[in-house]
């Protein structure tokens, strides 16, 4: 299937996006297995294996346009995949029905909705995998719903690890969604009463994070797709879970205390580090993975926990986007475009795709469940289905349409 790839165009862009996602990250919390301590030691050799980007469009740089002649979205609520904080339409959000008639132009070109049917035959007997946190859960959705309105017939289960998946039993196209937050194994950590290192310099309590072991929850996705699709950032933010006095992420690499201890952004780092290691020597030859950048939130007048509301009926302006996102301007969801830069440096010179949704995204504070999440909080973070994702996987498809053989 590689063959008829054409060449990737990276649109190169450093900058992007937010948050701190939590919200609704929160409620999984509870799932978390850290306890067993099963040593992969994976290192490695990392990889040099540089694409060739052509001078094709630059899918980052454009605009969205109202386009009233998008008379239905491209499939309803009554998919049953979407979560419930998430189907804007179903909880009567006031623009839910506007949301996606907003098009995406770049100026250079154009991004074509794809066409589920085409995608279902061109991809037969393959397996997609989306690795991440409910952001990437959020694009799996959308993925599946649209592929759904074309091809009934599916079959679900759990491969590989998989939180979900689904078998397209007519094309034997196969996706599925592996949680998880940071990409490596974490799990509660606190003192030992014999002492240690991380003892001796005062913890008490935290959360200890094996940067080089991966969570078990995508392990084995590696050897099972074709297509990966990763994504962290927002755990990495979020002060409200690894406080950095209460419960700070300890790092351990080696089963040892990373000393002296690291913040969580030397931390991710480390993770995208080893994880890049990882795959390298774990991925079937000809498998293609792509990092999604970091998907922005836009809490405005407060974060998720402070009251922070993003009750817009439109896209923001530019103007308006720089205010909210720019690193120099340190607002709320700054974080975005941080995360960005720590991806961007992981990957270069490697063999994943940065699979840019960022800039884009940054616009649409309208696109997101607001105070129809059913929380008590906004929910500012996750985006509304149908909605913002559905543009994600017509980039998504665009990208592989522009990968070309790499042998
Ligand atoms: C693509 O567009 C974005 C947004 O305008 C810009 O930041 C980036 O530098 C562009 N990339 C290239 C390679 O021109
Ligand atoms: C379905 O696709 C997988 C590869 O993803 C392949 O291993 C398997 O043989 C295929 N099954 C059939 C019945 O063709
Ligand atoms: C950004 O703002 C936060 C508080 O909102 C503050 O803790 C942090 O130090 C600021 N960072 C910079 C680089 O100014």
Redesign the pocket.
Known sequence: MANQWKRLKQPSSLSLSPSFLFLSLLSFASLFLFFFIFNTSHQTNSVKNKVLYSNSCNFTDGQWIYDPSINSPRYDNTCKEIYKGWSCIGSKKSNALDIVKWRWKPYQCDLPQFDPLSFLHRFRDTNIGFVGDSLNRNMFVSLFCTLKQASGDVKKWRPAGADRGFTFLKYNLTISYHRTNLLARYGRWSANANGGVLESLGYKEGYRVDVDVPEGTWAEAPRFHDILIFNTGHWWWAPSKFDPVKSPMLFFEKGNPVVPPQSPDRGLDMVLKHMISYLDKRMRPGTTVFMRTQSPRHFEGGDWDQGGSCQRSQPLSPQEVEELFS?QN???N?EARLVNQHLYRAFEGTKFHILDISHLSEFRADAHPSTAGGKKHDDCMHWCLPGLTDIWNDLFVAYLNNIEDRT
């Open positions: 690193i340190n607002g709320t700054v």
